[in-house]
């Protein structure tokens, strides 16, 4: 059975977490990193010890971060998913096991079954994937008969009809010129319309700069939609991540009151804001 | 156009039940000269082609049944596989990607190599490959199938594929307009096999957890 | 790919008078695999090569002498001739304009004249006229370039197109080996144009027709 690829990256076990050199390029996708490091193992997708597995995933998983190798939001998505689901499984086997069989138990037991089931699916795809390339160089290797037809019969072959205009042509070479993209799955019906992150933190930005706290609940008076709401929301939580605003909650589920710290905010900073939701 | 019959992955090999076989009784439109087997007419054409010939093809083109010419194959090639009482030649009739084509003998292709200026296309990456075996086991798949089966965006390796000739377009969804892709015989004959079923067995992997995955072989 | 083979005109057909004949004694260095006899060898690289090959060549070759390989050809013309205990093959080995070539034998033309006419319909299919304007607008282009902009391997359809003579190689990258085509006067004639400059323009929308192609080749 071939093994997995090594990774060029290398883990440095005992080196301090900053010194984890990882490159996201290596990893064709979370399922390819986690068999890397089950295999790095030498343990069965069955029987993983769940804990280390998870440990060294999620410690990838920040270098990645750190380094800015996640950008794209799709990717860095299936990323999560995986971690996510690791960490709950690594969480339940170390929490005490109860006798009652709940619900959440039998979540949990369903996306492990899940989860391994599609490592197990990637792994075989993987492994045949070793058959097609050892296949294809082996057939590169053999020479069919392929010559030039002789001549007596290459001179016989039928007229070529020309039935095409010279505009005709034209035409024809514009249509096979235009490029063909791949269609891309509308994600337009998802959110319609669509929601600027940024358009609404310029709003957020516009009514916290005049000075006085405002609440949650003003900031997204007079928004018609859900996904204003949101954007708003997500646009608040931006701009903390710039320390341009703090936030107050007196008490859990309580009023949430927003106030303006930016020291220096430049429309730049406006520019850039949102840039990790793609809008 | 014989030469699109490379990108249709519906090999015409095995006539099926409902084919119709050109009649030994009826006058063929065209066929052999009096006196000459029906395998020294197929060595004659396998000596001009330039793509996997299929039996019902070869059976047109000698205007004799399908049955008649597949006898035939099987005695050339027995014949210059050396097992039937000749020489084993220095090339073999082999059937690759639904068709009949003559081939170097494999030991002799290093004798051959520096005859053939070839133009080896370029090694497919490894992401590209293991794409390429997910279409091939699962196919008509579509695009998000295989970039859920694989956790990564798969849309450059696709176009790659694509332009390789190795997959094409089987249908779009009517509603949800997604493409599904096959696979083309020129995988089959990259891969020196004559159909999807030569394709080895990876059920056993898939044992664990295969709901919904039934339709893996 | 091996077709590639049809594409190439460079051949060592001719060994020059400079030629040094390999001896007898020495170690030839390349040769026959063990066990395997020279006219084995021989059949092997007659039935790859486009052009007749010298005795001179063949020897160079084989690593054989070249009394040898003369006479291990005169051993196949008899072989295949059937005049040696097997059968009249569908082909013949023939020396033309000095060197030796398979050919399909006379007596089997009619039957390759109808299978090639069946081959080549005296109208070009769709994906044919498409490549052909592709190439028309973009030459010279090489294979690959084509196949990146149809998303569709072309390999057989430019095999039609020089097999018309509506595209010719125009010339080899040395870098990448990639044969460039571009189209012939033939085209010209055929469009009732005295040059490619009168090709209607239809470059605006030409620009980002390549974008996003750049791991083909």
Same mark, same amino acid.
Request: charged share 30%; net charge negative; hydrophobic share 45%.
């Given at each position: 059975m071939a093994r997995s690829p090594e990774p060029a990256a290398t883990i440095e076990q005992d080196a301090p977490p900053a010194g984890f050199r990882v490159t996201?390029?290596?990893?064709?996708?979370?399922?390819?990193?986690?068999?890397?490091?089950?295999?790095?193992?030498?343990?069965?997708?069955?029987?993983?010890?769940?804990? /280390? *597995?998870? #440990?060294? @995933?999620?410690?990838?998983?920040?270098?990645?971060?750190?380094?800015?190798?996640?950008?794209?939001?799709?990717?860095?998505?299936?990323?999560?998913?995986?971690? *996510?689901?690791?960490?709950?499984?690594?969480?339940?086997?170390?929490?005490?096991?109860?006798?009652? *069989? #709940?619900?959440? #138990?039998?979540?949990?037991?369903?996306?492990?079954?899940?989860?391994?089931?599609?490592?197990?699916?990637?792994?075989? @795809?993987?492994?045949?994937?070793?058959?097609?390339?050892?296949?294809?160089?082996?057939?590169?290797?053999?020479?069919?008969?392929?010559?030039?037809?002789? #001549?007596?019969?290459?001179?016989?072959?039928?007229?070529?009809?020309?039935?095409?205009?010279?505009?005709?042509?034209?035409a024809l070479a514009l249509l096979a010129l235009t490029p063909k993209e791949i269609p891309v799955v509308g994600l337009d019906h998802l959110h319609a319309p669509l929601v600027s992150i940024r358009e609404q933190a310029a709003h957020v930005v516009a009514l916290l700069r005049q000075g006085e706290p405002v609440t949650f609940r003003q900031l997204i008076a007079g928004a018609d939609a859900k996904g204003v709401i949101v954007a708003r929301f997500l646009a608040l939580l931006e701009l903390?991540?710039?320390?341009? /605003?703090?936030?107050?909650?007196?008490?859990?589920?309580?009023?949430?009151t927003v106030r303006w710290t930016a020291e220096n905010w430049t429309d730049e900073n406006l520019v850039n804001l949102g840039n990790d939701y793609g809008q | 156009m014989a030469s699109e019959s490379a990108m249709t992955s519906a090999s015409p090999t095995d006539a099926g039940p409902g084919t119709v076989e050109p009649g030994a009784d009826e006058a063929p439109a065209r066929g052999i000269p009096e006196g000459i087997e029906v395998a020294r007419a197929l060595e004659a054409i396998l000596m001009v082609v330039d793509e996997p010939q299929s039996v019902v093809g070869l059976a047109s083109a000698v205007g004799r049944p399908v049955k008649e010419v597949r006898a035939a194959i099987a005695e050339l090639v027995a014949d210059y596989d050396g097992t039937a009482g000749g020489p084993r030649r220095g090339f073999e009739l082999r059937e690759v990607g639904g068709g009949w084509r003559i081939y170097v003998r494999s030991e002799l292709d290093e004798v051959v190599r520096d005859f053939v200026h070839t133009q080896n296309p370029s090694k497919l990456s490894q992401a590209a490959l293991e794409t390429l075996a997910v279409i091939a086991y699962k196919q008509p798949i579509s695009r998000g199938a295989i970039a859920s089966i694989r956790a990564v965006n798969v849309d450059s390796v696709v176009r790659t594929l694509l332009g390789r000739g190795l997959i094409t377009e089987a249908f779009t969804d009517s509603e949800t307009g997604a493409i599904h892709y096959e696979t083309t015989d020129l995988l089959l004959v990259q891969l020196g096999i004559n159909s999807l079923d030569e394709l080895p067995k990876i059920s056993p992997l898939l044992d664990d957890g295969t709901e919904g995955f039934d339709d893996v072989r």
């Open positions: 996201l390029d290596d990893f064709d996708g979370p399922f390819d990193l986690l068999l890397s490091l089950i295999t790095k193992r030498e343990l069965d997708i069955t029987e993983v010890s769940l804990s /280390v *597995v998870t #440990d060294e @995933f999620l410690a990838y998983l920040r270098a990645m971060e750190s380094d800015g190798t996640v950008d794209a939001l799709d990717q860095a998505s299936e990323f999560l998913v995986v971690a *996510v689901t690791l960490l709950d499984l690594k969480i339940a086997s170390l929490l005490p096991q109860g006798e009652l *069989v #709940d619900a959440e #138990d039998v979540a949990l037991l369903e996306a492990r079954d899940l989860l391994f089931a599609r490592l197990l699916q990637y792994r075989a @795809f993987k492994e045949v994937s070793a058959w097609f390339a050892r296949s294809m160089a082996e057939e590169g290797e053999r020479h069919v008969r392929s010559v030039r037809l002789e #001549d007596q019969y290459r001179e016989t072959t039928p007229e070529l009809k020309w039935t095409l205009s010279l505009d005709d042509f034209a903390y991540r710039h320390a341009a /605003v703090g936030f107050e909650q007196l008490e859990p589920l309580g009023e949430l | -």
